[in-house]
């Protein structure tokens, strides 16, 4: 692993332990009207502990790395990120064995999705931290697989995309997690795990154009929120049945 490598997922985590600091009172807020009001304190908790982790790992490789900041956030976050967050970072963590490359950021992105999902049982539209991550990688993965863009343009598309979904958490009814027993009094209430997922996306879209360039970086109104096929559309109108 190149000393690069290392500096750039140390200063990632960097960025985003600060801007759990900076957002803890507002995701608490937001988890205080339709949640248990520890988000904020959860992720900023988890985060400096990942900061103070990794910064000890002087010749560690990108993948135990990644899969020491999953590690971390299991044993310090409480409640369902812990595990979602956690558990996501280390499975995909195996995605970087052999470097970060525009491949392997991809194949990294969609490892984490997947594990979300089967973790949480959670599809879009239920009001989760899906609702952001589904846009934000299929929005990454298009814009490096077919549009053959650089890797920090494709993130800036994907945290345009990923911004988009948690507005869509606002005005949609939970059916998962405890947002869900609220009813429709959850409806009008930004999800607090979807609103995290995007802080931590921009901050590894900042540490990437650090690192390589902004690639002509220019927010995109017309990059996908979903893939093509409206499969978010699909699994809304499943969740819709169900609920």
Known sequence: MGTTEREAIRDAVERIADRMADEKEYLTDLDSAIGDADHGANM???????????????????????????????????????????????????KLEDGITADSSVAFAEAFLNKVKDRGGASVGAKTMVDAITPAVHTYKKSIEEDDLEPAEALSKAVDACERGVNFTTPIRASKGRASYLGWRSVGHQDPGATSTLFILEAIRDTAVEYLGDGNLEADATSPTVPDGNEAGEERDETQEES
């Open 44 to 94: 900023n908790r988890g985060f400096q502990a990942v900061r103070e982790k990794i910064a000890e790992m002087d010749d560690a490789s990108p993948d135990e790395l990644v899969k020491t900041v999953g590690i971390t956030l299991v044993s310090e976050v409480g409640g369902a990120a812990g595990p979602l967050y956690g558990g996501s970072f280390m499975t995909a963590s195996a």
